[in-house]
C-alpha cells in the first residue's frame, strides 16, 4: 500500500474522503463497503460507501458498528466475522489480511483521523457554520424520525398487548419484535447524542488539559472556574460548540501572554495569573478570560488568532475591556443553537418614490394630502399605493402603515 496516498485523502473535501480512503485501501485488503463510525466529524459521525452485504436495499447500522468497537479498541484493528447489513460476513475478507497491510492500513487511518481531529480542535472557520448548519439539520431530521418511528412502535405493541387478539404465539414473536426494535431505536438515539454533544463539565475538563502544557515553565498562574451544577455542567453542549469555546479560549490565553507590553509607568508588567471561567444558560455557553497584566491587549490581536472569525460563524460574540494597569477581560459568548437569520426588511422592494408615498401614508394622510405633500398628482398617488400594497404583500393601507412603522420608515 502506498501510503503517499494520505496526501490525496486528506486534501479531499470532507464528502469524498471516505471513497478515496476505500480507494487506497483496495489494493491491500479486499472489501465491498467502508463504513466509518467516529466522534470527530458532528454533523456526520456515521458514513458508509460501497456496497454492503445483505439483501438488495440492505444498509450497515451504527449498532453493527457500535459492536465491533469494543474488539478493535484493544488492538487496534480486528479481522473475524460479524453481522453488517443484516448478514453475517467476514469484516475484511475470508482470508486473514496480511500483517504488513494491516499495519499500513491501520496508519492511513491514524493519518486521516489525526487531520479530522486537528480541523475539530482547530475550529476552523471555513467549514464552521455549514457543520454547525448541517448538525442541525440532522439533529431535527433524528429527532422527527424518533417520535415518528417510536409513536408507531408504541402503537403496535399496545395492539398486540390485547389480550382479545388470537394465536398467542405469534402475538408473542410480534412483541418481542417491537420491543426489540424500540430498544434499538432507543439506543441508536442515545449512541448518536454521544457521538456528537459532551456536557459542559467533560468539555471545560478537556479545555483545563490543553492550556496547563501551554503554562508550564511560566510564572503565571492557572484559575480554572469550571462551571457547577448551576453553571450548567451537566448541560450538552453540540460538538462545534464545545470545540470553538476551547479553540477561542487557548488562542486568548496565547494573546494574553504574547501581548503583554508595559503598563502606564512603561515599566513591564507581565502577566501573573490568568483566570478561565464557562456559564451555561439562557440557550449560550459564555466563556470568560482574565488575566492581570498591563491592560493593553487589544481585539486586532485576536483578529490575528480568528477568534472573531470563529464566533461569527457560529452567530457569537467577542467582548473585550481592558483597563490600563488593571488587567483584559475576554467574554466570548457562543449560541447552543444554530445562528438565527437576521430579519430581512420587507420594504427593501420599495423605490424611493413609494417610500416616500409610504411614509406619507404612515402618517395618515389621504391621497390628495400626499400628492399635495409630495408636489405629484393624486392618480400618480394612487398608483404608488397600489403598487406599495402588492409588493408589500399587504391588502390594506392599514396593514402598510403598520409595516412603515414597524421598519422605521416613517422618519422622525
Not at 486473514?96 to 492511513?108: E, I, K, Q, W
Not at 426494535?181 to 457521538?195: H, I, V, Y
Not at 456528537?196 to 502544557?213: K, N, Q, T, Y
Amino acid at each position: 500500500m502506498d501510503l503517499t496516498a494520505a496526501v490525496d485523502v486528506i486534501r479531499a473535501p470532507l464528502g469524498e474522503i471516505l471513497p478515496r480512503l476505500s480507494d487506497a485501501l483496495s489494493e491491500a485488503i479486499a472489501h465491498r463497503a467502508l463504513a466509518e463510525l467516529s466522534g470527530n466529524c458532528p454533523h456526520s459521525p456515521f458514513k458508509t460507501h460501497g456496497h454492503p452485504p445483505g439483501d438488495p436495499g440492505s444498509a450497515i447500522t451504527t449498532v453493527e458498528m457500535a459492536a465491533l468497537s469494543p474488539a478493535a479498541r484493544a488492538e487496534g484493528s480486528w479481522q473475524g466475522r460479524a453481522r453488517m447489513a443484516g448478514a453475517e460476513v467476514p469484516v475484511t475478507e475470508e482470508t486473514p489480511v496480511p500483517a504488513g497491510s494491516v499495519a499500513a492500513a491501520r496508519t492511513l487511518w491514524d493519518l486521516v483521523t489525526a487531520h479530522r481531529d486537528r480541523m475539530a480542535a482547530e475550529a476552523v472557520p471555513g467549514t464552521l457554520a455549514q457543520s454547525r448548519a448541517a448538525a442541525a439539520a440532522r439533529a431535527t431530521a433524528i429527532a422527527e424520525l424518533v417520535d415518528a418511528h417510536g409513536a408507531a412502535l408504541s402503537a403496535l405493541l399496545g395492539v398486540l398487548r390485547r389480550r382479545d387478539l388470537d394465536d398467542p404465539t405469534a402475538r408473542a414473536r410480534a412483541v418481542d419484535l417491537a420491543v426489540t426494535a424500540l430498544a434499538e431505536l432507543r439506543d441508536r438515539t442515545d449512541r448518536d447524542q454521544a457521538l456528537v454533544e459532551e456536557s459542559a463539565g467533560d468539555a471545560f475538563a478537556r479545555l483545563a488539559e490543553a492550556l496547563r502544557p501551554v503554562l508550564r515553565g511560566l510564572a503565571v498562574r492557572l484559575d480554572l472556574g469550571p462551571p457547577g451544577t448551576e453553571e450548567g455542567a451537566d448541560r450538552l453542549l453540540p460538538a462545534d460548540v464545545a470545540n470553538t469555546a476551547r479553540a477561542v479560549v487557548q488562542a486568548v490565553v496565547h494573546a494574553m501572554l504574547d501581548e503583554q507590553g508595559p503598563g502606564q509607568d512603561g515599566a513591564p508588567r507581565p502577566v501573573r495569573r490568568v483566570h478561565v471561567g464557562w456559564k451555561v444558560g439562557d440557550g449560550e455557553l459564555r466563556a470568560t478570560v482574565r488575566d492581570d497584566g498591563p491592560g493593553v491587549l487589544r481585539r486586532t490581536a485576536l483578529d490575528a488568532r480568528r477568534v472573531g472569525e470563529r464566533l461569527s460563524a457560529l452567530g457569537g460574540r467577542l467582548d473585550v475591556d481592558a483597563v490600563p494597569e488593571w488587567g483584559t477581560m475576554v467574554t466570548a459568548t457562543v449560541p447552543l443553537g444554530p445562528p438565527q437569520p437576521a430579519r430581512k426588511d420587507p420594504l427593501y422592494v420599495l423605490g424611493a418614490r413609494e417610500l416616500e408615498v409610504l411614509e406619507q401614508l404612515a402618517r395618515g394622510r389621504r391621497n390628495r394630502q400626499i400628492a399635495q405633500e409630495l408636489h405629484i398628482s393624486e392618480s400618480t398617488v394612487k398608483f404608488h399605493v397600489a403598487n406599495i400594497l402588492e409588493k408589500l404583500g399587504v391588502t390594506s393601507r392599514g396593514e402598510a402603515a403598520a409595516l412603515a412603522h414597524t421598519w422605521g420608515a416613517t422618519g422622525s
